[in-house]
């Protein structure tokens, strides 16, 4: 970014020209009336036009940082990576190998409680709300909202129900 295409506040402008000048690119000042969340605010807009970086610690301005006020950034303000844990991270790709191409299964997943609820209304006979609450744990009123909800208006299940005595049974149909 050029410095004229960078737009900044007077605030991320006064911290990156403070930690330009005084502390060699690390950002350890901000104005007194910037406190707790505005700060993180104040480095979170200059991270996100690339003006700062991190080093996983602390906060350096970067070479856009430089740039945008119109200074030369000095060589040892870059940073620079580790060699020892650039090997470390190298070694640790090379090692790893996902769970399905080491020759392992991978653990099969439990049946959700849609796919429980869902089985029940398969059957011919159908199920009562009294059913799908012992064999889910839920509410009533949770069933009846999954019915509507999540089986009939987001999987487009068609679901019927009858009255037959005293209980009403739902199937899809």
Request: overall charge positive; charged content about 20%; glycine content about 8%.
């Amino acid at each position: 970014m050029s410095a004229s295409s960078t737009r900044i506040t007077a605030s991320q402008h006064s911290v990156l020209c403070v930690a330009i000048q005084n502390t060699n690119g690390k950002i350890v000042w901000f104005p007194e009336h910037i406190k707790g969340g505005a700060r993180q605010k104040v480095l979170e807009g200059l991270a996100k036009r690339d003006l700062i970086v991190s080093d996983g610690v602390d906060w350096f301005v970067a070479t856009a940082g430089y740039e945008a006020l119109g200074c030369a950034q000095p060589a040892h303000a870059t940073l620079a990576a580790d060699p020892e844990i650039e090997a470390a991270v190298t070694a640790a790709e090379a090692a790893w190998t996902p769970a399905a191409q080491d020759g392992t299964q991978p653990k099969p997943r439990r049946p959700s409680k849609q796919a429980l609820v869902i089985e029940l209304l398969q059957r011919p006979q159908g199920v009562t709300i009294a059913q799908v609450c012992a064999a889910t744990g839920w509410l009533a009123h949770t069933v009846r909202g999954s019915f509507a909800g999540a089986l009939k208006k987001k999987l487009g299940l068609n679901i019927v129900s009858d009255k037959q005595g005293s209980e009403r049974t739902y199937r899809i149909a």
